[in-house]
């Protein structure tokens, strides 16, 4: 049995309740190693974005068990007290669009999550701007967000996801934005941060360029997930 | 930690700054507002101090001479000059009135309009303009004027009062009712025919009917008619008698007797700065305060909507500043150094703003430094106030808006 960056067992998210309850998760099991990026695919309405927001902490499940980095945060009932620190410590998120604050350069959009984490600026800084280097885009660090090409500030937002070295990285559509080159660029960037930092990731995507790169694929239909091999193209 | 609010101003300061330019204009119709009060109290003490008097006589059972009119015969100031404790006493007549120039050596024009209040008095006693900006004090008995620099005439000017032009041969400076007006002072028995003595078609009239009266003009008493007439058109009356007491003696200890004897009504400097301040302008005080009030709610919502709006602009931001672990209580400060920000650059530009202006106005505008700190303080307090709106948006945002589905 590998040492699980995520697993889960059993999980359940009903919304509602009474003859209007939804059940959007009804058995969901997956398990991501460190180090390994896994694609989580299915029809709208399956329940990816649910699985997300449960794995992000930001709705609680009916019931199941969530592990994350070898820490149980939610069995039968959250096991954390401060979910908001879980988030910024142990979870990256990379999203659709790349939402990077506007009114912050591009070292501080990375550098903001070590300074809420109370890490000192320059520390936070320094982190930032060799993650920016190591993601192709230091010469950028001083530049605003709008000045960054699509393909840039997705490369920002994997690099904040990254910054405080979570076990596990969610993101949610990461290429739908891009071309297919740097669609494959993006997804080159995080399997090797994954096999860098020993990062989990779970990439949930509709995107058909990118589904062939993945060794594993979790498919997710009316709530319940099949795993199947994947591809594992290299890139 | 970084600043968001600071990072964010600088991001966006233009749109920043020209809000504040906006909010400012409206905080320094505020503070115009508050310096008009200022300057209302201040034209009211400035009249006392310009006064040179310790007690103010008038008729019994008024408040005269500024609030009310009151009118004594001027031989009353011989009695009191008789008490105990007084050094000097004078009479003086005000009149409030519209002055005219006739003949112009400035840059006024010849016909041009002053509202001014004409004070009549004694040259060397109380009542006389305490101080010259240019020329001289009045020297001769009949037709010569002091004009405080606010009415506009210049030195050499006539000016037109009643039936009579009168050359100003001196220029003085804060010399104001307390109605804001500037004074022109004119010797006082000049000033006594410009209030009391009628014009000459009236005169002819009231003669006519006094002889026409078989009372009055009784065949078997020579010189009665005469007498009458003579004393109809005689000007023995005065506003007020100003009265300077001795050094250490209590001004009420002088006013009490004066009270009690004469038959008069006599203010300490006290109570007729009670009368001007607390009676005169106290509705437009109030007047006032409810335009401050007023503009202080308007100023609370504009910031609260102006910050409201922003806040919705950012809403996306927010969500993913929650979602990757930010605090509410950052959110919030976030928002809330906004809303000072913006209250700040407001009020600089507001008391800038009402600096440059107060000047323009026809009647004196007093800035107080301690308003301008009260006023700042107002101005934080309502944009922390306005902020809570915001803030509220903003907390209630839910993180799992950054996430799609």
């Known amino acids: 049995m590998i040492e699980a960056g995520i697993r889960i067992e059993g999980l359940r998210k009903r919304y509602g309740q009474g003859d209007t309850a939804v059940d959007a998760l009804k058995d969901v099991n997956m398990v991501v190693a460190p180090g390994e990026v896994v694609g989580l695919i299915g029809p709208s309405g399956s ?16 019931a199941g068990r969530m592990i994350l980095g070898g820490q149980a945060i939610y069995d039968d009932g959250w096991k954390i007290p401060d979910l908001r620190a879980l988030r910024r410590d142990s979870i990256g998120f990379v999203f659709q669009a790349p939402y ?61 996801a990254l910054v405080n070295r979570p076990p596990v990285i969610l993101a949610d ?50 709530g319940r997930t099949e795993e199947e091999a994947g591809q594992g193209l290299i890139l | 930690m970084i600043s968001l609010a600071g990072r964010d101003i600088l991001h966006s300061w233009g749109k920043f700054v020209l809000t504040g330019i906006g909010l400012g204009l409206l905080i320094g119709v505020t503070l115009s507002m508050a310096g008009i009060y200022r300057g209302m109290v201040d034209d009211a003490q400035a009249l006392l101090d310009n006064s040179g008097a310790d007690l103010w006589v008038v008729q019994q059972d008024t ?70 900006v240019a020329g001289r004090h009045i020297t001769r008995s009949h037709y010569e004027a002091v004009a405080d620099v606010r009415t506009g005439f210049a030195l050499g000017d006539r000016i037109r009062i009643r039936r009579h032009d009168y050359t100003v041969v001196g220029l003085t400076q804060r010399m104001v009712s307390s109605g804001g007006d500037p004074m022109v002072f004119i010797p006082l028995k000049d000033a006594q025919e410009a209030q009391f003595l009628k014009d000459n078609d009236a005169i002819l009239n009231d003669r006519a009917r006094t002889a026409a009266n078989p009372a ?32 250490g003696v209590p001004a009420e200890s002088v006013a009490e007797p004066i009270r009690r004897w004469k038959h008069l009504e006599a203010y300490t400097r006290a109570q007729m700065e009670e009368i001007l ?27 609260a909507f102006i910050i409201y709006t922003m806040t919705l602009g950012k809403i996306r931001e927010i969500a ?6 930010t605090r509410n209580r950052i959110i919030a400060g976030m928002i809330l150094q906004q809303a000072l920000g913006l209250g700040l650059i407001g009020f600089i530009v507001g008391k800038v703003a009402a600096t440059l202006w107060a000047p323009i106005f026809p009647k004196y505008v007093l800035l107080e430094p301690g308003d301008a700190v009260r006023g700042l303080a107002a101005v934080m307090l309502i944009c922390a106030l306005a902020s809570t709106l915001a803030i509220r948006a903003a907390l209630k945002v839910d993180p799992a808006a950054a996430i799609g589905g």
């Open chain 1, 47 to 62: 329940g990816k974005s649910t699985l997300l927001k449960c794995l992000g902490a930001v709705i609680e499940p009916t």
């Open chain 1, 100 to 160: 990077l604050i506007p009114f912050l350069d591009v070292t501080d959009n990375v550098a903001l999550l070590p300074m809420l984490a109370g890490r000192p600026n320059a520390e936070a800084r320094a982190r930032a701007l060799e993650l920016l280097t190591a993601l192709d885009v230091g010469h950028r660090a001083k530049a605003q967000p709008s000045e960054l090409s699509g393909g840039e500030q997705q490369r920002v937002s994997i690099a904040r």
């Open chain 1, 173 to 222: 559509e990461p290429t739908a934005p891009l071309d297919s080159e740097r669609a494959l660029v993006v997804v080159r960037i995080l399997n090797q941060m994954a096999t860098q930092y020993h990062t989990a990731i779970i990439v949930v995507t509709h995107d058909e360029k990118i589904i062939p790169t993945f060794k594993r694929i979790y498919h997710i239909r009316d």
């Open chain 2, 63 to 132: 408040q005269g001479p500024y609030a009310e009119s009151s009118s004594l015969r001027d031989d009353v100031v011989r009695s009191v000059l008789g008490l105990p404790g007084v050094v000097r006493a004078a009479n003086v007549t005000y009149l409030t009135m519209q002055v005219r120039l006739s003949q112009g050596q400035g840059k006024v024009r010849e016909g041009h309009e002053v509202r001014a209040m004409i004070v009549g008095f004694e040259p060397g006693q109380p009542g006389e303009p305490g101080y010259l």
């Open chain 2, 216 to 247: 009055l003009n009784r065949p078997g008493v020579p010189g009665l008619l005469e007498a009458i007439q003579a004393s109809q058109a005689a000007n023995h009356n005065v506003n007020a008698v100003l009265v300077q007491v001795r050094p």
């Open chain 2, 277 to 303: 301040v607390a009676k005169l302008i106290a509705t437009s005080a109030r007047q006032i305060a409810m335009f401050l009030v007023i503009l202080a709610v308007v100023s609370a919502a504009i910031v």
């Open chain 2, 320 to 325: 993913v500043l929650k979602l990757i672990g």
